[in-house]
Structures are given as C-alpha cells and as structure tokens.
C-alpha cells in the first residue's frame, strides 16, 4: 500500500494527551503513596496497648490510594496508545477506512502494522520500547480480566503468591511509563518531521525546544528510559538520522 498524505490533520475530541496526562498524575501519586506507607510501616508495631487505630487507619487509606493510582497508570497509558494510534491511523486513511481494517487489530499490531503503512518504518520488536508496550498491555489485560480466588486458611503458598503478584503490580506500574516514554522517544526517532510527525506526548527535544509536558517529579524516570533509548540504537541511530529525540 502507498504510503497517504494526511486525510485531515484537524481533529476534534482528541484525548490521547489527556489519557497521558491522569496517567503522569497518578504515577506521581503511586509513588508518594508508596514512600508514604513505606514511612508509616515502620510506625506500626504494636505496643503494650496494641495497635495505633490512627496509624492503622491511615495505613489503610494510603493503601487504597497506591492501588487506585497504580490501576489509573496502567489503564490510562494503555488508553493513550489506543487514542493515539488511532487518530494517527485516521489522519492517514480516514474513519472509515480505519473501522473497516484497523479496528479489529489488538494493540501491538496497530502499533507495528500502521507506522509502516503511514511512514514506511516500524517499531523494532526486539528492543526495549517494544518490550515495554507487550508488557503493558499484558498488565492492562491482566486488571481488566482480573478473577479473585478463594482463600485458604494456612496456606502459605497463597500468601506467597500474593506477595509475589504485588510486588510484579508494582513493576507493571513502573514498566507502564517506561512504555509511553520509550515510544514516544521510538516515535521520534522513526519520524521525518514536518511530514511525519510523532502521535504521542513528547519527552525528547523537538527542533532545539525541549517539552516539559510532565510533571518535574518524572524527570528522573524520563532520563532513565532515555539511557535506555540510547542503549537501544547504539549505532543504529544512523537509519534515522532526521531527529535526535534525546535531546
């Protein structure tokens, strides 16, 4: 298929940005959330009177809210692929033809088959954006198709396995930022602006002028998965030398 001018570049009801964005808030969230409880735990041994009900009290809303933001970070990252690759589809071929091909692809396959078809390049599977995004969308369709069990008394390797499932959440919190950074810098770096321009919210540097669309707590994060990026291409960065997304 030849590749398409834009369909239309003005769009209205776009939300992508806005998905990024609760998703941004509440990883700042989840993170002050958990150095919160992390602080408090070590606050809650019982003394000769028991247990601190305040304390107790606090620990639990504290509680609620990582896992509500920890749910919101990964939902929300993964709504902003799907707006994202969507009205990048749309501006290419049209709704239409968008609801008639692409709409019953899953989430990897938009984003592996439809960069190819508007510019010509693809992500590259085996790197570590790529990796991230198979990641997050596991953890998304994890939350959405989550079963609760039934508990068994004494049983160690229940708990064990809760544990171990909370500790993997926290990771999947983590892996879904790094997936909407490392795109986005992916997305760049494929990019051949003004013709082809990047779908989704920017960390890199754009024609000499930085964009500082995340909240400054993401600084650290953003120059890791940057790190990574570089590691990524290595000399690889000669196929697409139009733009630099490090910045």
Same mark, same amino acid.
Not at 86 to 106: E, I, M, N, P
């Given at each position: 298929?030849?590749?398409?001018?834009?369909?239309?570049?003005?769009?209205?009801? @776009?939300?992508? %940005? =806005?998905?990024?964005?609760?998703?941004? *808030?509440?990883?700042?969230?989840?993170? $002050?959330?958990?150095?919160? !409880?992390?602080?408090?735990?070590?606050?809650?041994?019982?003394?000769?009177?028991?247990?601190?009900?305040?304390?107790?009290?606090?620990?639990?809303?504290?509680?609620?809210?990582?896992?509500?933001?920890?749910?919101?970070?990964?939902?929300?990252?993964?709504?902003?692929?799907?707006?994202?690759?969507?009205?990048?589809?749309?501006?290419?071929?049209?709704?239409?033809?968008?609801?008639?091909?692409?709409?019953?692809?899953?989430?990897?396959?938009?984003?592996? @088959?439809?960069? %190819? =078809?508007?510019?010509?390049?693809?992500? *590259?599977?085996?790197?570590?954006?790529? $990796?991230?995004?198979?990641? !997050?969308?596991?953890?998304?369709?994890?939350?959405?198709?989550?079963?609760?069990?039934?508990?068994?008394?004494?049983?160690?390797?229940?708990?064990?396995?809760?544990?171990?499932?909370?500790?993997?959440?926290?990771?999947?919190?983590?892996?879904?930022?790094?997936?909407?950074?490392?795109?986005?810098?992916?997305?760049?770096?494929?990019?051949?602006?003004?013709?082809?321009?990047?779908?989704?919210?920017?960390?890199?540097?754009?024609?000499?002028?930085?964009?500082?669309?995340?909240?400054?707590?993401?600084?650290?994060?953003?120059?890791?998965?940057?790190?990574?990026?570089?590691?990524?291409?290595?000399?690889?960065?000669?196929?697409?030398?139009?733009?630099?997304?490090?910045?």
């Amino acid at each position: 298929m030849d590749n398409k001018e834009f369909h239309s570049i003005a769009r209205i009801d @776009v939300r992508h %940005q =806005l998905f990024a964005n609760i998703a941004m *808030r509440n990883y700042v969230l989840f993170k $002050q959330s958990s150095k919160s !409880l992390e602080d408090l735990g070590e606050r809650r041994e019982p003394d000769e009177q028991g247990y601190d009900l305040n304390v107790e009290r606090k620990f639990h809303d504290l509680g609620e809210q990582e896992i509500e933001s920890a749910f919101s970070v990964i939902l929300y990252s993964a709504m902003c692929f799907e707006s994202a690759i969507y009205d990048h589809a749309a501006q290419y071929f049209g709704d239409s033809y968008v609801a008639d091909h692409f709409d019953k692809l899953d989430l990897l396959s938009k984003w592996l @088959v439809i960069p %190819q =078809l508007t510019w010509k390049r693809e992500l *590259r599977k085996g790197h570590a954006p790529y $990796q991230h995004l198979a990641t !997050l969308v596991r953890a998304r369709n994890r939350l959405v198709h989550h079963k609760s069990e039934n508990i068994k008394m004494d049983d160690n390797l229940q708990m064990e396995r809760l544990r171990r499932r909370s500790e993997e959440f926290k990771q999947d919190v983590e892996n879904a930022m790094k997936a909407l950074i490392l795109i986005s810098l992916e997305m760049d770096w494929l990019s051949d602006p003004p013709r082809s321009i990047n779908p989704l919210p920017r960390f890199g540097v754009f024609v000499g002028y930085p964009e500082k669309r995340y909240p400054s707590e993401m600084a650290p994060l953003v120059s890791e998965c940057k790190r990574i990026f570089a590691r990524s291409i290595g000399k690889g960065s000669e196929e697409h030398p139009v733009i630099n997304p490090l910045g």
